[in-house]
C-alpha cells in the first residue's frame, strides 16, 4: 500500500509564498510521475504542474512563471514553490502520484513486481487573502 502525505498548506497574503511537499511512502520501486492538481469549492478538480521521473515539467497556463515543481526521487517526494500567490490560487491542493510500480515479498523471500497504479493525496488546503 502506497500512500502520500502532503504538508505546506495555509493561509498567506496576496503577493506571499508558499510550499507544498508531498512524500510518497509504501514499497514503491518507481513513480513514473508526480504532480499537483487543486480544486475550488463549485469547480473541477484542476492540473497545477507535473514532473517526471527524468524531470520534464508541464505546468497549467495560470501558473507559469509564478509556480516551480520539483521532485526527490531518492524520497519519492515531489514540491511546489508557491510565489505571487492570487486569490484566485485559494483552493485544495492535491498530490497525485502517476504509474507507481511496487513490489510485494512472498515467504520464501521471492519479489514480485506489481502493475503500475495511480495514487492521490488527501489535499491541503491553501487560502490566499486579498
Known amino acids: 500500500q502506497v500512500q502520500l502525505v502532503e504538508s505546506g498548506g495555509g493561509l498567506v497574503q496576496a503577493g506571499g509564498s508558499l510550499r507544498l511537499s508531498c512524500a510518497a511512502s509504501?514499497?514503491?520501486?518507481?513513480?513514473?510521475?508526480m504532480g499537483w492538481y487543486r480544486q475550488a469549492p463549485g469547480k473541477q478538480r484542476e492540473l497545477v504542474a507535473t514532473?517526471?521521473?527524468?524531470?520534464?515539467?508541464n505546468y497549467a497556463d495560470s501558473v507559469k512563471g509564478r509556480f516551480t515543481i520539483s521532485r526527490d526521487n531518492a524520497k519519492n517526494t515531489v514540491y511546489l514553490q508557491m510565489n505571487s500567490l492570487k486569490p484566485e490560487d485559494t483552493a485544495v491542493y492535491y498530490c497525485n502520484a502517476q504509474g507507481v510500480v511496487t513490489t510485494v515479498q512472498n515467504i520464501m523471500g521471492v519479489m514480485t513486481v506489481l502493475p503500475p497504479i495511480d495514487y492521490w493525496g488527501q489535499g491541503t488546503q491553501v487560502t490566499v487573502s486579498s
Open positions: 509504501g514499497s514503491i520501486f518507481r513513480i513514473d510521475a
Open positions: 514532473i517526471t521521473s527524468g524531470g520534464s515539467t
